[in-house]
């Protein structure tokens, strides 16, 4: 992982709550409120994560993303229960600075996650989605890695799979990656 050259404490510091981040999420309010509602997290992921408390928790995101919408709504559910870990949201378009800190190869994507001690050094980064979500997405969906030739409908039916298949099973590899960032031995 790089040194950044920018100060993630300042932005964590100025970042929003989940609440005011739902307060201003729009149309997709509701859609991240049902996901954070409806994760069920197990009490070896609740231990996992009270295991490595305090934590600070950074997210960078956008509500009009469908990653965001389920990651940051699962992100957040789980701080929520975790004592002494503790999430701020950041959008990525007025943080551009701060986003380039965390590019994906030369991708803006997101959403970010990264995890933090009391002190500010970096844990652990994350972005975007699950690796088999890619697979999924790029391997069959898209290939080519654009959704412009789908239609409304199309694109309905992809974001109805999409959900399905996150809250079967993507949500569980998604934690499983988190944890795998966390469970460094210098911790």
């Not at 990525?92 to 030369?106: A, Q, V």
Request: charge should be negative.
């Amino acid at each position: 992982m790089s040194e950044s050259t920018v100060d993630p404490a300042s932005y964590y510091n100025n970042g929003m709550s989940w609440e005011e981040f739902l307060a201003a999420a729009g149309d997709n309010a509701g859609r991240m409120e049902t996901f954070f509602d409806e994760f069920d997290f197990d009490e070896d992921t609740l231990a996992f994560f009270n295991g490595r408390t305090p934590l600070q928790v950074l997210a960078i995101a956008e509500p009009w993303c469908p990653d965001v919408v389920q990651n940051v709504a699962v992100i957040a559910r789980i701080s929520d229960e975790v004592p002494g870990m503790e999430l701020s949201i950041v959008t990525r378009d007025g943080n551009p600075e701060l986003m380039n800190e965390y590019l994906t190869g030369d991708k803006r994507r997101i959403p970010v996650i990264a995890f933090f001690d009391m002190t500010f050094r970096e844990l652990g980064r994350w972005a975007g989605r699950c690796a088999s979500a890619d697979e999924w997405i790029f391997g069959e969906v898209a290939p080519d890695r654009s959704f412009d030739g789908f239609d409304e409908e199309k694109l309905r039916a992809f974001h109805e799979e999409y959900d399905r298949r996150f809250r079967d099973t993507y949500v569980r590899e998604t934690i499983a990656e988190w944890q795998r960032l966390l469970s460094d031995e210098d911790m």
